[in-house]
């Protein structure tokens, strides 16, 4: 059965479409697939691939990065990678600290075999926020505090901004990150450079110059400095898909809590004092004895921990003790002083401000100052109390002198008496007075041995000579 051909005169013509209409896209579809998006591309961050073997590396409560710090961070990356770790969660809590120290850590966060994580916890402050842009990613906790990373150091008026050449070194690493991590780079430059301000329309956000940028977590959000801000670690493993019993965690071993602790600025100097007390005492007596030995455990004490925190290597200790014997040297075999008493006192002195690291030179400062102050004071004050001391007295003794040095001497020896050195005085020894032994103490440094002697005054325990031309 053949169907009747079509009336052409009923067909209706296609009518042209309408210019930049979509009768698939009604309004209502558009929304949808708007709020779609949206929603993808707000749960993108909660479904990464899921790391198998994270490890992290825990804060210490508001830890300067020093040379202990690096040692701390140095373990735990070699701990991450016995592990065969596949990301390495760094969590950070700082006010900053030595630029060396931050760029050396960058180079080993950089040569980490595998993804770096930086959870900020609550701050990152100069020297913390240039560690904070090697991870691949960062999260910044609520409250916290990102930037603020000019160098200073410290000058007559307090602290101070580092030259431009420190300026510009960090200036140049920030940006080096910040095109290696994918970060708006003029929004991380801000934050070593007060001068270069940022403007709402070309950076998003508003910085007058003369101020250095620092920014809250939702700031950093905004600006896609951070990658997300969470509210604790367990927020963060779910924003890495990992499971938080997974997490390996690196644990602080005693051996490196002892050596935080005998690192401090203050127990460096109160070795290093002890150590110059036991040396000067050794030296202005004639036999060894305990002090010298107290002072020699307190110098090999003092470098072996600066060597072990990394602030020093072998030759801060190494123009120490040439310094040391030079001195000696002058001391005991040359008579007066000369060059080499004075190239001994700059090695030792180079030795002790070497232990410190060259750009911690104002730590050394003032650890050495201190050091310097104490052992005046003491050297002081034993001049005018120590030899009338039953302890003086009794460390005083030597098998040489005739009479013990507890037996008082005012009345045997006046003022004037002539006498002869039985031993080198520098500046004390011993002195013979009416065929009698006596401990002597020159008033005008070293008196050669066999020189005569004429008593200025007389003190409990000792007699205070001149040299009698």
């Known amino acids: 059965m053949m169907r009747p051909a079509p009336n052409l005169l009923t067909i209706k013509p296609n009518r042209p479409r309408p210019k930049g209409k979509n009768p698939m896209m009604t309004p209502s579809r558009l929304r949808m697939m708007i709020s779609l998006l949206l929603a993808l591309a707000a749960a993108t961050p909660l479904f990464p691939a899921a790391y198998e073997r994270p490890y992290l590396i825990p804060k210490l409560e508001y830890q300067e990065i020093g040379p202990w710090y690096e040692l701390y961070l140095r373990k735990a990356i070699q701990e991450a990678v016995k592990e065969r770790a596949d990301v390495l969660i760094l969590e950070l809590d700082t006010p900053g600290g030595r630029v060396d120290t931050a760029l050396k850590l960058v180079n080993r966060l950089l040569d980490f075999d595998g993804d770096v994580v930086v959870f900020v916890n609550k701050n990152a402050i100069s020297a913390g926020a240039l560690l904070s842009l090697t991870g691949k990613r960062i999260f910044v906790s609520s409250g916290g505090v990102f930037g603020a990373s000019t160098p200073v150091h410290v000058g007559e008026k307090g602290m101070v901004k580092a030259p431009e050449k420190m300026v510009s070194v960090m200036r140049a690493e920030f940006r080096a990150l910040a095109e290696k991590r994918g970060r708006p780079v003029r929004v991380c430059e801000a934050m070593v450079d007060e001068e270069l301000g940022l403007t709402r329309e070309r950076d998003g956000f508003d910085l007058p110059k003369g101020k250095l940028l620092t920014l809250s977590a939702d700031e950093a959000l905004r600006l896609k400095i951070s990658d997300g801000t969470v509210s604790n670690f ?236």
Do not use: M
């Not at 040439?322 to 002058?330: F, K, M, R």
């Not at 004050?381 to 039953?390: D, G, I, V």
């Open 234 to 469: 367990d927020d963060l493993t779910g924003r890495l898909g990992v499971r938080r019993e997974a997490v390996k965690v690196f644990e602080l071993k005693n051996s490196l809590r002892i050596l935080d602790f005998l690192s401090s600025p203050v127990l460096l100097g109160i070795l290093l004092s002890l150590g110059v007390l036991g040396l000067y005492y050794e030296v202005t007596h004639p036999t060894w004895g305990v002090a010298g030995t107290l002072g020699v455990l307190c110098l090999t004490a003092f470098f072996t921990i600066q060597i072990l925190v990394a602030n020093a290597s072998w030759q801060a200790p190494a123009l120490f003790a040439v310094g040391v014997v030079l001195l000696l040297l002058e001391i005991f075999l040359i008579p007066g002083f000369g060059i080499t008493g004075i190239l001994g006192v700059l090695l030792t002195v180079a030795g002790i401000f070497l232990s410190f690291g060259i750009s911690n030179w104002v730590t050394a400062l003032y650890t050495v100052s201190a050091s310097l102050a104490f052992v005046l004071a003491v050297v002081g004050l034993s001049f005018r109390f120590l030899p009338e001391s039953r302890l003086f007295k009794r460390f005083s003794l030597d098998s040489t002198i005739a009479r013990t040095a507890a037996e008082p001497i005012a009345g045997k020896v006046e003022p004037g008496a002539a006498g002869k050195a039985l031993t080198d005085l520098r500046p004390q020894g011993i002195g013979v007075f009416a065929e009698v032994q006596y401990d002597v103490q020159s008033e005008s440094g070293y008196i050669p041995r066999g020189s005569p002697l004429r008593v200025v005054r007389v003190e409990a325990s000792r007699l205070v000579v001149r040299g009698d031309s």
